[in-house]
């Protein structure tokens, strides 16, 4: 299960070392050469402060004397410097750039490969799916927010610190007066930071839905109801009232953090004005040379509005970018499930008195289940809708950890296993199976490369080379990509083949036939009886005639297994099988 710790609880400096080695770690050449590059940068900016002003005592001492030697020496200098900065700002943009996208080309497959070991019962809770999308937003903003906090501490505040012992050496009084004229706008930064950190709460769950009415509204798989039943209204107006509360939040939080910074920057102008004042009267007592009087009166706006460009834009983007960075970090941190013990379904698999609950579920899916199933056996499970048929081999396959009890693979608890011994030997066919936007081939091979295409293809009766696929295994089996769609009873042969095409110890077919008739889903249970012979197979139908292939029928009723024998055994009993065996053929008189 899933921490439930707020993102707010994780400390700023936490958040930056988990980061470091996976951003910058990963790039570190590329990395010093930015730094560098900034750092000279800034080390140009201040040069020109310090040549302008011998430049102009130059010049002021030129007057008198007629030597312009010096002058010109100077002006040279500053001149160079001058050409110097866009060119080494270019470098530094592109670096930024292109540094960002790398980065975060690097995060956003951990994202996906910590969704791959993080426990499956997770997806069933809406505060994962929210944290999939706060994890994603993070790991957009996270590289910068890495790159801002470097380009702070190697470049700004070193920049910053020169400039003051600068100003300091001029005037102490004109050292001290920027710093204390931006401390106001600094907490404004701190603020923000607690007010967005907030808002990405409130906003991940807004964002699914208003992807999700987006999708009802015009993505292929939804489009032919929406059309039909005209609801795309329905859907306009779901979508735009989502967006309107996420609008509100999002004015809420900015009205807040402006009206607090419009305060601090009043402040900043304040002190602005009298850092002019001082340096006037530092020059009319004649505390500092005219020329180091019009290098700073020069340089002043740049200092500030270099101050203001730190604190305002890269530590207020630091600040408010937290929050959705705190979630990527608390994501990467979640739990997995993994164990060390190796399991083998070899050996058959039991369950010993388990139970299991969805979460915040009000009853128990599963109210105490003993099963053993044997090495090689084929197992039906019947019953009625909502009995818990599909929880069951969930729990099975090692899918769904249970609640109490123990579920095991030979004599390993899969609590302990390890979940690539235990996962590499099975395979399964769902009845919400994935109709994948690539080539036939593709959508059966996508476990791994193992050269049974075409005998997997044939045991699913899928004619990878009949006028459904003009182009064979390479047919793009979606119209999006200028491609051709299949039939749901064909996307059904074709999603069999991929559980067939698998190696495996344990095969689970969980429904998958639905779209089939009745007598082509026969002819392909059979078959598959045929093929997994050799293996462990567990069968979830609705159609008894189907069960009957199995060796063993378990009936499910309100969580239990009420029943469990042959067909031959069951029929002969009273109770839910023979039940619902006699309603179904009194639909075939």
Known sequence: ????????????????????????????????????????????????????????????????????????????????????????????????????????GKLLPLIQLKAQRIPALAFEEPETLDDINKAETG????????????????????????????????????????????????????????????????????????EHYEKCVGAPEFFKETRLLGAFGFYKKLYRQTLSLFNKEKWRAQRKTGLIELGMELITLAGYGIMLFLLVDALLSGEITPGSFAAVFASIGGIFNMMEEMIVQNFGEVMQNKGAVANLIRFLDMPEQDGADRASVKEGVSLENVRFKYPSAAEESIKGVDLRIRPGETLAVVGTNGAGKSTLVKLIMGLYTPTSGTVRFGGTDLKKADKMSMFQSTSAVFQDYGRYKMTLKDNVEISAEEGRLNEALIQADVDGYGPSYPAGLDTMLSREFDGVDVSGG????????????????????????????????TKIYKKFAQIAKDSTA?????????????????????????????????????????????????WLV
């Open 139 to 210: 790991a957009h903003v996270g590289c910068g927010l890495v790159l801002v906090t470097a380009a702070i501490l190697t470049a700004y505040l070193p920049y910053f610190i020169l400039m003051a012992l600068y100003l300091y050496s001029l005037k102490p009084i004109l050292g001290i007066a920027p710093v204390l004229a931006f401390i106001p706008v600094v907490l404004s930064q701190l603020v923000r930071a607690r007010v967005f950190t907030q808002l990405e709460d409130k906003a991940a769950p807004m964002r699914r839905k208003m």
């Open 538 to 586: 567990v069968i979830v139908t609705h159609r008894l005639g189907s069960a009957r292939i199995a060796d063993r029928i378990a009936v499910m009723n309100g969580g239990v297994i009420s029943q469990i024998g042959t067909h031959d055994e069951l029929i002969e009993r009273e109770g839910i099988y023979r039940q619902m065996w006699e309603a179904q053929a009194a």
């Open 490 to 521: 064909q996307w059904q042969r074709i999603a069999i083949a991929r559980g067939l095409y698998r190696t495996h110890d344990l095969i689970v077919l969980d429904e998958p036939t639905a779209a089939i008739d009745p007598m082509e889903e």
């Open 1 to 104: 299960m899933k921490p439930k710790n707020k993102t707010r609880n994780l400390s700023f400096f936490y958040m930056l070392r988990r980061l470091l080695p996976l951003t910058l770690g990963q790039f570190k050449p590329y990395a010093l050469l930015q730094v560098f590059v900034a750092v000279f940068m800034m080390l140009d900016i201040i040069l020109q402060t310090v040549v302008s002003a011998r430049f102009f005592d130059s010049v002021s001492a030129a007057v008198g004397t007629g030597d312009i030697a010096k002058p010109v020496i100077w002006l040279a200098a500053f001149g160079l410097l001058i050409v110097l900065q866009p060119i080494v700002n270019g470098i530094l943009n592109f670096c930024f750039g292109d540094l960002t996208k790398r980065m975060t």
